[in-house]
């Protein structure tokens, strides 16, 4: 069983550009059970949403696609793993 909450990341930026105001990174962290094992996951919120996304187009849970993808990594890192996970399955869809 998997299961994955969120809390949002309080860290903050600088934005480049004439203006230097500080705003809220988008990186948000997410506990996730796989397996049995509780990790948490830290990841810009635009990689969640497609995540979401690739779930919902292959009718599985976001979870689901995380296990999926935490049982096939071949990174140490299972954030980095789920990056490259969205940029791949792009970078196939526009072939």
Not at 41 to 69: G, M, N, P
Request: net charge positive.
């Amino acid at each position: 069983m998997s299961t994955i909450t969120t809390e949002p990341s309080q860290k903050l930026e600088s934005r480049s550009g004439a203006d230097e105001k500080l705003m809220k990174s988008p990186v948000i962290k997410r506990s996730i059970v796989i397996g049995g094992h509780k990790t948490s996951v830290s990841l810009e919120d635009r990689f969640w949403i497609y995540l979401k996304d690739i779930a919902h187009t292959r009718r599985l849970t976001l979870s689901k696609l995380v296990a999926e993808i935490d049982q096939t990594r071949q990174h140490a890192n299972l954030s980095s793993a789920l990056r490259v996970f969205v940029l791949e399955y792009f970078r196939e869809k526009q072939k």
